[in-house]
Every structure is written in C-alpha cells, then in structure tokens.
C-alpha cells in the first residue's frame, strides 16, 4: 500500500512534514519536523514511525504528508524496523539517515525493549521521541513518561508515581549520542540534529513536545511552555556522550514553575503541589550537576 | 550437489544461506535472529555463516526478528528468519504485517506445541496460528523436502503475481534434529535458480512513498482482495517455480499436496509432515492385504488447495484426517479446511482424529486404529481424541 508522491528534481527534501497534515493547532510534532528539515538542510531521510499521531498526521491514502520515503511500523518496532531498513541501506552504500520519529508510549512503554536492543547493538539510527508525556492519539492516558501528579483520563486523580527517566536509561546504553531538545530553543535543537547527523552509532533524541489537546493547554502559548519549561528547570537540556560525558545546555533561571504549571489544566485539575514538584526538580538537578561536574563532555 | 548426512534444522539454515547469499548482486540479504528449541540452530547457522552482502541480526525477540526482515525487505533485500512455538506467538503482530506489506520474507517454522504447560516437542498449532494471516504456508515431510521447498519458496514470495511472505514448516525434532541424507545444493545452482529479489514497492528517495498509512474500508477491502487475487495464483506460479527447479536441479517437489493409491480408494487418510510418512507405511501395508485405501499428504496448506484436494480425493466416501494440532472449541485445523472444502458432499463420511498432540508418537500401529475406526462409521462424529481410539 502505497502513497505516491511528486518528488523535487533536485532530490532535495521539501519538508520532511509537509503543509496539509492532520496535526493539532500547537501541536510539537509540527515544530519538531520543520527544524529536524532545516537542521538536516533539506537531506532525503527515510522515516519509521510506529503507532502514534505521527502516522496519522500523514492523513490518509492516497495522500500523505511526509515528503520523505516512510514507513509505519507496528507500534514497539520502529527501531527493529529500522535497523532492517538502515542495515540494508548501508549494505547498499546509502548514507542517509534513517529515522525513528517515536512518542512516548512507543520509546517509554511498549517500545523500550526493542529501543533498548537496538541501541545496545549500536545500530546506526537517529531515534527522536517526541514525548508529549500521554498516550495523545488514543485521547490522552498516562504513560510511564507522564509527570507525577499530572490529570490523565487514567489518572484522573493525578498520577502517583513520577516520570521515568529515558535519558537516564538510553545513556545507560553507552550509545554515542543522547541530547534533549526544546522547540522553544531553535539554535540549540539545530545544532543538536547535526550533531546526531555527524555521529555514527545510535543517536537518541528526547524532545519535550507540547500537546494543547492532552495537556489542557492554548495551543498559541505551546512555545512559550517550553521555553517555560525549560527556564523553571522542569525540563533540562543536555547532551550525554558515550553514557559517560555530559554537558548541560541551559540552567534554570528564576523562573517560577507556577508559570508552567498553572497554564495547564493537566497540572491544575489534579491540584498539583507545586512545592513538591520543586523539590523534585532541584534533585534532579543536584544529580545532573553532579554528574557533569565529575564526568564533563 | 553434495549428498550430505545432516539435520532438519542444518538443511534449513542451509537453504536459507544459500538463497540469502545469491541475492549478493542486488541488495543483499538481511534477517533477525532469536533463539528458541528446537529452531535455534537455524539461527546459528545463519549467524555463522559469512554473507558477501548480508547481515543476520542478533535482535532481542521474535517480535524483533521479523520487524527487522520487515525493514529489510521494505528496503529491498532478500530477508528471512525461523522461529517455533510461543516465539511464534510473540511475533504474530509482525506476522501480520508482514503480509500486509506484501513483502516476500520467507520463514522456518520448526512445529512445537504452544505452551504453557512447557512441551518443546511437535504440534503443528503454532504456524497454524497464523492461518489467516496473509502468508504462504507450507509442510515438509522430509530433510529433502525442507531444502527444495526453501528454495521454491523464495521463487513464490518474490513472484510479481504474488509478493507474499511464504512459511516452510517442519516437525520439531522429528525433522528438525534428527539426520537424512540429504542433496544439498551449490551456491551456483542457487543462484542460478532465484533471480535477484526486487520488491518493487520498496522505499525509495526518488519516489518518496508512505507505507501503511492510513486507509478507508473501501480501500481495506481492496487491500484484502488483491492478497485473495495473488494467493488464487500461486498454485499456478508454484507450478512453474518446480518447473524451473527440475531444470536446474534435476529433481521435482512436492508441489500443493501427494496423492497415493487415492484413483480406486474408497477411504483417504490425510496427514501433514512427517506423519504422512507414517501414514504412507500404513496404507501400503493395507493395500498389501487388498483394501482399497489411499492417502494424501496435505503440503500448501496456505492458499488452501481446494480443488486440488477434491480431485485427490475422489470417489472416496470414507475421508479421514489426522490432526497433530487443536483448536480450541472446535477440531483439528486441517479438518476444518477438508469440511469446507467438502461442502455439499452428503456422500462422504468425514472424520477428524486428533493424533499426536504435544508430540506424541503417531505408530503405524495408531494409524491402523483410525482407519479401522473409519471403516466401522456409518456416519461423522465430533473430532475424535487418540486415546479414544480402538
């Protein structure tokens, strides 16, 4: 089943994500996809993407808007898929990437063991999660990668147990290359991609993706979250290289976490307690200090 | 070719190899590989030996493994793997999307029975799990059969009136470790027999395509009819795929099924694997004494040979199965497939015998109980279990 698609004479990629999708008003993905065109400077890429809103963005047949060769892949295969598909394009002496474009509930939850292979095997992939911390395409539940305390359809109440630490987990693998990336922080997310683009070996990328649908949020402030995210020190940019040296990107600022909290009704509904949420928050920055301190890039 | 003494799982790794390495001059040959008994010295075949333009993949499940022939084929190479029992099982969301994709993969199904409980030994219950995904199914009898049956395999799949992956099944231990003598052929034979693999729906820059997106009904239903179309060819392509084979190896398979002493019979047996050997032995021994029985050996069991089987079948009335697998709240899976295709014929006495499961050992001494079970019918029962037999 195929979708057939005009190509630029140039052999140049268009967009990676094309105008005409189905994505939300606000949505990352969105974001994420143009910056991953520019960062890679229009170059052909193959796409897997598993069962999530990236392959139903691509609307339906016969149309699509990816503007490069993808495949769906079922929803815990995007890396085995790839590693088929990147191991038969080197076999054949194509260079281009090939990308695993993941959320959440693929990279965390049912996906983490073949993630887990496919990086402790060093496969060479660029696997992104866009992680928007729900189950987004199935109306919003909670995943391993939503926050405590966060108001999901099953967690009404707030979720009890904290967020798992991927990043953590994926370094653990010594790969290559392990970054995180902010919509918000166009500069940084480039040369993040590139970086990724000029390693071999695994490169895992985690980016924090707003979803104004699942967290109750106004899609024209999406932006404007993550840069509050990333200011409060909610989400930490960093880059992990061979799991063994690390280097942090941005610090908090004085920022207060209410400014993210409070625009979301994901946090609000639950009755967040915000000061807890800080405590939390300075730990997992004492940890990161200390790991950059003792083990710098 | 070599006449060699080696086992079922040897001469599957070795087909498998072989087929792989001819497709050195396209774009090569890729697969997953996960251990589980009584497969996994496929795997390890596969895994040791030296591709010129190939990678076996140590993947960490079975889900994986196939997930990794869906990548490769998907990019255009020859790709393969085997499996057994519950790592079938665990793969059956790949399984389904492999045929889906249409992508012409190729897989060794060495039967072991579902557990738990744990049992390691034959039943066919596990590749029969996956009747009606969109895979080409077939079951060797013998080392011999396993060999040539890989090979025309991969002349099926990648067919452009087919495009669909293919299962080769064998018995576990029964086939898979036990030693015959096999013929087991030269890489050049090989790659004088498989053209070079092209999946013509394979991602491509120049031609930037999303593969299984999504669709509507209507176009599911097309989706779904196109598979029907090309399964209603493979007998024919089958056909010539032997044709071929005989040219470049001198001998011919099996194609959909074997009939023997079925022209006169008034009873058929019909077995799958390595019990229509025994099965065989059986009915000689009755025609030996006068009786007029005959015997199929069912072998495509996928697309299911309907017509083939009736002409087997005959002028038979009296028409027993022996079923190594179970369907829960039904019979044997084979059964089933007789019925249907039996459908309207008031005249026969079809009757089902579940035999072996778990691994049991079918005798020719059971056999003999079945057929004088059938002799004594004057009507079908529900399936019958072995130990009420006699």
Same mark, same amino acid.
């Given at each position: 089943m195929t979708t057939a698609m005009t190509n630029n004479t140039d052999g140049c990629v268009e967009s990676v994500l094309r105008p005409?999708?189905?994505?939300?008003?606000?949505?990352?993905?969105?974001?994420?996809?143009?910056?991953?065109?520019?960062?890679?400077?229009?170059?052909p890429i193959t796409l897997v993407i598993p069962a999530c809103c990236g392959i139903v963005t691509a609307g339906a047949f016969p149309t699509s808007a990816y503007g490069v060769p993808t495949a769906a892949s079922t929803f815990a295969s995007s890396p085995a898929f790839a590693t088929g598909l990147a191991t038969v394009a080197e076999l054949n002496g194509d260079d281009h990437p090939v990308v695993c474009w993941a959320g959440d509930g693929g990279t965390y939850d049912i996906g983490l063991a073949t993630l887990s292979a496919a990086a402790e095997r060093n496969e060479n992939l660029i696997y992104v999660c866009y992680d928007n911390e729900i189950y987004g395409n199935t109306g919003g539940q909670r995943s391993s990668a939503t926050p405590e305390g966060v108001a999901t359809t099953t967690s009404p109440g707030g979720k009890i147990e904290p967020k798992k630490d991927i990043m953590g987990i994926m370094a653990a693998h010594r790969i290559p290359y392990a970054a995180t990336l902010s919509v918000a922080h166009r500069d940084d997310f480039l040369r993040k991609i590139r970086t990724a683009r000029s390693t071999r070996g695994f490169r895992f990328l985690l980016m924090l993706s707003p979803c104004p649908t699942g967290w109750k949020?106004?899609?024209?402030?999406?932006?404007?979250?993550?840069?509050?995210?990333?200011?409060?020190?909610?989400?930490?940019?960093?880059e992990v290289f061979d799991g063994s040296r690390f280097r942090i990107n941005a610090r908090p600022d004085a920022t207060p976490l209410a400014r993210y909290v409070e625009r979301q009704q994901r946090y609000t509904r639950s009755k967040v307690d915000v000061g807890v949420m800080a405590e939390q928050i300075k730990t997992q920055w004492r940890y990161l200090d200390a790991m950059a301190a003792a083990f710098p890039a | 070719m070599a006449r060699a003494l080696v086992t079922g799982n040897h001469a599957a790794g070795h087909a498998l190899a072989l087929a792989g390495e001819a497709n050195r001059i396209s774009r090569g040959c890729c697969g997953g590989a996960y251990p589980i008994t009584p497969q996994t010295e496929i795997i390890e075949f596969l895994r040791g030996f030296k591709f010129t333009k190939g990678r076996i993949v140590p993947v960490e499940s079975e889900h994986s493994a196939m997930g990794v022939c869906i990548g490769a084929a998907l990019g255009g190479a020859r790709a393969f793997t085997a499996s057994s029992s519950n790592g079938l099982a665990y793969m059956v969301e790949n399984i389904f999307a492999a045929g889906y994709y249409r992508l012409p993969i190729v897989m060794i199904a060495v039967n072991r029975t579902l557990g738990p409980p744990w049992n390691i030994w034959v039943d066919q219950g596990d590749s029969?799990?996956?009747?009606?995904?969109?895979?080409?199914?077939?079951?060797?009898?013998?080392? $011999?059969?396993? /060999? #040539?049956?890989? =090979?025309?395999?991969?002349? +099926?799949?990648?067919?452009? &009136?087919?495009?669909? *992956? !293919?299962?080769?099944?064998?018995?576990?231990?029964?086939?898979?470790?036990?030693?015959?003598?096999?013929?087991?052929?030269? $890489?050049?034979? /090989? #790659?004088?027999? =498989?053209?070079?693999?092209? +999946?013509?729906?394979?991602? &491509?820059?120049?031609? *930037? !395509?999303?593969?299984?997106?999504?669709?509507?009904?209507?176009?599911?239903?097309?989706?779904?009819?196109?598979?029907?179309?090309?399964?209603?060819?493979?007998?024919?392509?089958?056909?010539?795929?032997?044709?071929?084979?005989?040219?470049?190896?001198?001998?011919r398979p099996t194609g959909v099924l074997e009939a023997e002493f079925t022209e006169d019979a008034d009873t058929v047996l019909i077995a799958c694997n390595t019990m229509a050997r025994t099965l065989r032995r059986a009915v000689q021994a009755r025609r030996d004494r006068g009786e007029r029985v005959g015997m199929i050996r069912a072998k495509l069991f996928r697309p299911f040979p309907r017509q083939e089987m009736l002409r087997a079948i005959g002028r038979a009335r009296r028409v027993g199965v022996l079923d190594r697998n179970h369907s829960a709240g039904s019979g044997?899976?084979?059964?089933?497939?007789?019925?249907?295709?039996?459908?309207?014929?008031?005249?026969?006495?079809?009757?089902?015998?579940?035999?072996?499961?778990?691994?049991?050992?079918?005798?020719?001494?059971?056999?003999?109980?079945?057929?004088?079970?059938?002799a004594r019918r004057d009507r079908a029962a529900q399936p019958i279990w072995q130990e009420a037999i006699a």
């Open positions: 005409g999708n189905t994505n939300c008003a606000g949505c990352g993905m969105s974001i994420g996809f143009q910056l991953l065109t520019q960062a890679l400077e229009r170059e949020s106004e899609p024209d402030e999406s932006v404007e979250l993550i840069h509050v995210a990333v200011a409060s020190g909610v989400f930490p940019l960093y | 029969l799990m996956f009747r009606d995904a969109a895979w080409i199914q077939f079951y060797a009898d013998s080392h $011999q059969d396993l /060999v #040539d049956t890989i =090979l025309l395999a991969f002349r +099926v799949a990648e067919d452009k &009136r087919i495009l669909l *992956p !293919v299962l080769v099944a064998m018995d576990g231990f029964v086939t898979s470790h036990t030693q015959m003598v096999v013929e087991l052929p030269e $890489q050049e034979q /090989v #790659d004088k027999y =498989l053209p070079p693999c092209e +999946v013509p729906h394979r991602l &491509r820059h120049d031609h *930037p !395509v999303t593969m299984g997106g999504m669709v509507w009904p209507r176009e599911t239903a097309h989706h779904r009819r196109e598979i029907q179309n090309s399964m209603d060819q493979v007998a024919v392509v089958l056909d010539e795929a032997i044709g071929e084979f005989s040219k470049v190896f001198g001998r044997g899976i084979f059964w089933q497939e007789i019925a249907a295709t039996l459908q309207g014929r008031a005249d026969v006495i079809l009757q089902d015998y579940l035999v072996g499961l778990g691994g049991g050992d079918v005798t020719p001494e059971i056999i003999d109980d079945v057929i004088d079970d059938l």
